[in-house]
């Protein structure tokens, strides 16, 4: 019971850390805890359906507003990014790099130079895929041409000020980022008009609730503010399925368990058939000794707890600080669009491990029925008949 | 038959059968007695004359396919499992041939076992079997393991436990078996001196001669009919 205790333990704490870094790759790469559109700019994001109200004015009452820690205004399209003879098709990200560095890791991923400032020289970040693709390094120069909002076709030359390295493919081999002024400028948008604002709150697993009352606070019914379950419904359903994973760890843990305590006391209600016989010569009533044979259970699951709790904290604790690490298998892969490292490091989950260790506690005395029920129906005449050694 | 005031145990046309296979055998075939309170009483004969039986049905351990039992006035041929406990542990003390002692307890937690299921304070309890063990012989063998303990030692234990509770019935199936006569003998002593001081009445079923001739009544058993009553 005790190794099963520290087996559930174990899995629930690597199943929530590997949930809580894939909210949080998933979350802080680009995305944000949340984002604000206009109504009508997802799914489509076409760049005339930008946030229908003043970006200052926005930015300012959402800065104000105590559960937003970082708002980042974007604008964004899709254009083609060449150099020399080489093209390939971007997603274009204007932000501004301050900004950002309150909501997102992305400057963490940058693996030379930095993300574009504003600067006479307008400046790119490319992805390591995409400056391969391009053949061109720091300080290379990049031409972007996108459709623009006037219906001209914008284009300009970018100096490449940064390139990074996320894990996504679809990131270091097809995004652009560019100064959120300098992408105003290429799709002709004015300074006013942006596509999003990514916020960060405190925590991402509140991200629901604070979207619903951040979009009561601001009152506009042109605009919507998206959790990141809505922005990426697939990494949403990962974390679902994951806690589906967590009750069928549960059921398989409590199921060995159940059987582990059936067996065991059942092979020790067998051993004592003697004594039961004579608990109910003397006078214990079966209902006595079915309360009997729950309380050993109850005592042996007590036991298990404690050994569990001074064998799993230790191995709970490296699991958590240093992490399993994987890299000699793995450099990390990705799933739902979120990068996963080669090191899974657990969490504390208490209360994940109190509810389990109580249900365990359930289960054992569940599994001790049908063996004090065994022991209660034992006849005491067999004692005196000789039939009981 | 010893006469004293009302019986303790009384059994009417009692008859238990038991099936192997085809054949069935009655242990115990239409046996009627009265056993009054305060008696000594053996109950002797071969062995498979159903002495055993006998007593398992005087001790409410098991039920009669006819015939009713009453221990003191309660008819226990109608008692639920539950019930025939409590009446058990409330006025039966068993003694048995191979003392059944709970080998994880001491000596003392044994001989309180009963009291304990009768909800007696914990104080009380261990005055009452210290009390006991220093009548019994057992004083200082308080905290000892059925297995650190002689036979003998072990079934005056077994006494303790039965008597403790101050049952108005001790019944004792072959007690003396598994000892040497000398210790069989002070065992004796030991039962009937509780007898006479406490006024327990003793019902135990024996093939011993020794034994027979310590009872202040003799019940004959044979193919489970009483033979002789004197």
Known sequence: ?389 | MTSHSKPAVRTDSVRKIFKSGDQTVAAVDGVTLEIHRGEFAAIAGPSGSGKTTLLNLIGALDEPDEGKVWIDDTEITTLSRGQRADLRKDKIGFIFQSYNLIEVLSALENAEFVLLLQGVPPSERRRRVTEMFKKIGLEGLENRRPHQLSGGQQQRVAIARAIVASPSLVLADEPTANLDSATGAALLDVMQELNQEIGTTFVFSTHDPRVMDRASRLIRLVDGKIEDDH
């Open chain 1, 1 to 389: 019971m005790a190794i099963g205790m520290i087996m559930l333990a174990f899995v629930l704490s690597i199943m929530a850390g590997m949930k809580r870094d894939m909210i949080n790759q998933g979350t802080s790469l680009l995305l944000g805890h949340m984002q604000i559109h206009a109504k009508d700019y997802r799914p489509d994001r076409s760049i005339y359906d930008a946030i229908p109200a003043g970006r200052s004015d926005l930015l300012g009452q959402l800065r104000g507003d105590p559960s937003v820690l970082g708002a980042a205004p974007r604008v964004s399209t899709f254009g083609l990014a060449s150099s020399g003879n080489k093209s390939i098709g971007v997603e274009i990200l204007g932000m501004e790099a301050a900004a950002e560095r309150n909501v997102t890791i992305l400057h963490e991923k940058l693996i030379e130079g930095s993300l574009p400032e504003p600067s006479e020289q307008s400046q790119i970040a490319i992805g390591e895929l995409a400056a391969k693709a391009l053949g061109v390094s720091l300080g290379g120069e990049v031409i972007l041409i996108a459709q623009a909002a006037d219906g001209s076709l914008g284009n300009d030359l970018f100096t490449v000020s940064g390139i990074f390295r996320s894990g996504l493919d679809l990131l270091d081999g097809g995004m652009a980022i560019l100064d959120l002024g300098a992408a105003q400028s290429l799709i002709a948008l004015p300074a006013e008009t942006i596509h999003e604002i990514a916020l960060r709150t405190a925590s991402p697993t509140d991200a629901k609730t604070v979207a619903s009352a951040l979009e009561r606070t601001l009152a506009n019914p042109a605009i919507e503010v998206s959790p990141w379950q809505t922005l990426t419904p697939e990494l949403s359903s990962w974390v679902a399925m994951s806690d589906s994973w967590s009750w069928i760890m549960y059921v398989i843990v409590f199921s060995l368990a159940a059987i582990s305590v059936l067996n065991t006391m059942l092979m020790a209600v067998f051993e004592r058939l003697r004594e039961f016989g004579v608990l109910a010569a003397i006078g214990m009533k079966p209902r006595s000794v079915v309360a009997l044979i729950v309380i050993e259970v109850t005592a042996l699951a007590g036991v298990s707890l404690l050994v569990a709790i001074a064998i799993g904290t230790p191995l709970l604790r490296r699991v958590v600080g240093k992490g399993i690490d994987l890299s000699s298998f793995s450099d990390g892969f990705s799933v739902t669009g979120v990068a996963v490292g080669p090191i899974i490091r657990g969490d504390w989950v208490f209360g994940d491990f109190a509810v389990g260790a109580a249900l365990l506690f359930v289960c054992a005395a569940l599994a001790g029925l049908y063996p004090a029920m065994r022991a209660a129906a034992v006849d005491p005449a067999r004692l005196t008949r000789g039939e009981i050694r």
